[in-house]
């Protein structure tokens, strides 16, 4: 239920700022500049309704008018998209103890306020991070992993282990899955789910030709920064990634089938920052850097901090997201990072400094702050007695009583008319 | 007025017409901020009603937990 009521939750909240958030705050504000005007994307402005483009709005010309009207819920649905996305990664760290109430808000803070002011910095071509620090993120493991982790961790600091996850000595003890076959189809559906993604990334085809220099018009797929790439290199890279990613997760959990298919995952999004430009085996090397990285932060940090992240979200989608993000500003050192030649070059610094701030700025620091006043309120975590016997009791409850109920009404019945009944229910 | 059985108008009128020159197509254009006004107010008011209800379930649970009717 927690994952089924962010989306509409995330939704109508990311109608009513998120996607104005992402068009105005490309300077920060006040970084690199104010605010940016946005008629098209205010919750207010027609052109967010059925509209022919016939009538200009909030003072742009006649064709802005007219490409805002046809194509402005179709870029929100898809952006929307990795809303959902950054507040369901959260989801998983949080489980079996967190407050809906507490989860709900937290999403929103995260699906329709924090990533999307990353977008706006570092995920959009006129970005502040991309012109000043050659920021480069084609794929988001920034802009979701890093940032989606960074604040899984910030709630787990406040919200703390499930009962009985560590032993008096400090070692963590297994909490098994109910369902690991359900584990295993889930982490295959996020598979295809991602190479979906990586295809939304991109702007299909687009003439970059003038932006390039050129005399005439040289249409292209681009990343999110209008910036050339192919469906080729990412088709390859999506599926050496994961297979990189796959193979070192087999070999450093020892044939885990969990942490094998999270590496899968892992390698993925350790590789997501350059798979714009990587060749197919780099892919595959760095995507096998990121799943050693998630497995071994994973159970370090649990070591040392007590730190109880359920499902290794934050060490697959935080720490392999930040490496990503980290790597490929050494692979792609000096490439420029936009189509516009005044912007910074893509460098290991730029990228560092990118990292921090998508994993601890805009993850880490607001989950941590928000979690805690929900905590300081009483209203982040169950009581014990709730968690010891589950968070969906209520609904097993129910459906409990209900069956002894049928199943007692069906048994007079039987009896009434005589027939011997042996009910399925009871 | 396109037929004497429409009493008012939210909007369109005819389709009858040079389609570039028309705008927002929804009802009522003009009444946006007060969309805007209701929804945000509704998503509130929802959290609200959800903690209520949240807090309500769980406190029932306690004292059944506490009388042992969940072990």
Redesign the interface.
């Known amino acids: 239920m927690k994952n089924t009521m962010l989306i509409p ?1 995330v939704t ?2 990311f ?2 700022f998120g996607w104005w958030i992402y068009f105005a705050f490309p300077n920060g504000p006040f970084i690199n500049g104010g605010l940016l005007e946005a008629p098209w994307a205010t ?4 052109l ?8 200009v ?1 909030g003072g742009l010309d006649g064709e802005t008018t007219m490409y805002w009207s046809r194509i402005n819920g179709v870029f929100w649905a898809a952006f929307l998209l990795f809303s959902w996305t950054a507040a369901s990664i959260v989801s998983g760290a949080v489980i079996e103890r967190i ?3 507490a989860f ?2 937290l999403a929103v803070v995260i699906g329709s306020f924090a990533w999307i002011i990353d977008a706006a910095w570092g995920w959009s071509y006129n970005g502040w991070m991309v012109q000043l620090l050659g920021y480069h993120d084609a794929y988001a493991s920034g802009v979701i992993h890093a940032i989606a982790g960074g604040f899984a961790l910030g709630v787990l600091v406040h919200l703390g282990p499930r009962l009985g996850r560590f032993r008096p000595d400090g070692t963590a003890r297994e909490i098994p899955p109910h369902n690991p076959w359900l584990i295993t189809i889930g982490l295959f559906l996020i598979y295809t789910g991602f190479w979906g993604f990586y295809v939304a990334c991109n702007i299909p085809i687009f003439d970059i030709g003038g932006a390039a220099g050129m005399d005439e018009s040289f249409f292209s797929t681009t990343n999110i920064y209008l910036a050339p790439t192919t469906t080729s290199a990412i088709t390859f890279n999506f599926l050496m990634s994961l297979s990189g990613g796959l193979l070192v997760a087999y070999l450093v959990s020892k044939g885990d089938p969990f942490w094998t298919y999270s590496g899968g995952l892992a390698g993925v999004i350790g590789a997501s920052a350059g798979n714009d430009l990587y060749h197919p085996i780099q892919a595959m090397v760095i995507a096998g850097g990121g799943a050693w990285v998630a497995y071994k932060m994973h159970f370090w940090v649990e070591r040392k901090f007590k730190i109880d992240d359920a499902v290794g979200a934050v060490a697959v989608h935080g720490y392999a997201g930040f490496y990503g993000v980290v790597i490929a500003g050494f692979f792609l050192w000096g490439y420029p990072a936009s189509m516009d030649p005044s912007y910074a070059l893509i460098t290991p610094w730029g990228q560092f400094i990118g990292a921090i701030i998508m994993f601890g700025v805009l993850g880490f620091v607001p989950a941590w702050i928000v979690a805690g006043i929900l905590k300081a309120m009483g ?1 982040l975590r ?2 014990a ?2 968690e ?2 589950g968070l969906d ?2 609904y097993q ?1 129910n459906v409990d009583r209900a069956n002894t109920e049928i199943a007692q009404v069906e048994r007079d019945e039987a009896a009434k008319i005589g027939i011997p009944f042996n009910n399925h229910r009871a | 007025m396109s037929s004497s059985l429409v009493l008012m108008s939210t909007g369109v009128e005819t389709w009858n017409q040079n ?8 009802p009522f ?1 003009g009444t ?2 007060l ?2 006004l209701l ?2 107010a509704f ?1 509130i008011i ?2 609200i009603c ?2 209520k209800t ?1 807090s309500n ?2 406190k029932d ?2 004292e059944r ?2 009388r042992g009717e ?2």
């Open positions: 939750l109508i909240t109608f009513f919750p207010w402005s027609e967010m309704g059925t509209h022919m483009g016939g009538s709005e407050r809906s109430f709900w808000i209203l169950v009581p007695e709730i010891l016997v009791l209520t409850k | 389609l570039l020159e028309i705008g927002p197509m929804y254009p946006e901020m969309w805007v929804g945000v998503w929802w959290h959800q903690a949240e379930e769980i649970e306690r937990a506490k969940h072990y």
